[in-house]
């Protein structure tokens, strides 16, 4: 199966789980063909722009930095990321991210199911 890029929906979210600014959503696959798992998704953070924290349950988000630097809040300690790294955020836990560089971050958003 090939998803075409014109069958993404796209969404903008303002401050995305009590963050700061507006975020940009691409969903790669529609949630209905992941049966193992929620989203995948290509998000933009502008310059100073975050997603706030928040903790998953019964899943696993990782987040797969494909450009820029920001933050990550990763259970209450605050860790610098940049392009090429990973943060995997298991069940039970609690993550959040910000956009500390000087140009746009761009991510990967996967949550799996456990």
Known sequence: MIIKEQEMKKDTQQNMRGGKGSIELKFLVAPEKMPHGRMI?????????????????????????????????????????????????????????ENTGSATLKMIAVIILD
């Open 41 to 97: 998704a290509e998000i933009t953070i502008p310059v100073g722009a975050s997603i706030g924290e928040h903790e998953h349950v019964n899943e696993t988000e990782y987040y797969i930095i494909t450009e820029g630097e920001g933050t990550v809040r990763d259970n209450g300690t605050d860790c610098p990321v940049k392009a090429g790294e990973v943060v995997m955020t298991p069940n039970g836990s609690t993550h959040s991210i």
